[in-house]
């Protein structure tokens, strides 16, 4: 069992920046990818970036060349650097791990950001 926890999230205007942090702990051997998805209210939750176990990255469109996922192994944890925020990129952010097929959620963070 994995359990998965982020933090990072809040208030920004836009144009500023947010990191948000993915922290899993437990079972954690042999995570494979690790994703942060997000979903705005009457939006179906969609996934804005993902790295592999080996460090490929793949991002959403609408987020490329403003947003970096990254990974430190040795934490167990997954980082997304968001810079020039839009007010579209509003949402509760999640988190998601997969290990052996299975995925693992965390509770979600707000990010917020003003016009």
């Known amino acids: 069992q994995v359990q998965v926890v982020e933090s990072g999230g809040g208030l920004v205007q836009a144009g500023g920046s947010l990191r948000l942090s993915c922290a899993a702990s437990?079972?954690?051997?042999?995570?494979?990818?690790i994703g942060w998805y997000r979903q705005a209210p009457g939006k179906q939750r969609e996934l804005v970036a993902g790295?592999?176990?080996?460090?490929?990255?793949n991002y959403a469109d609408s987020v490329k060349g403003r947003f970096t996922i990254s990974r430190d192994n040795a934490k167990n944890t997954v980082y997304l650097q968001m810079n020039s925020l839009k007010p579209e990129d509003t949402a509760v952010y999640y988190c998601?791990?997969?290990?052996?097929?299975?995925?693992?959620w965390g509770q979600g963070t707000q990010v917020t950001v003003s016009s």
């Open positions: 998601n791990v997969n290990q052996y097929g299975l995925d693992f």
């Open positions: 437990g079972s954690t051997f042999s995570i494979n990818a």
């Open positions: 790295i592999s176990s080996i460090g490929s990255t």
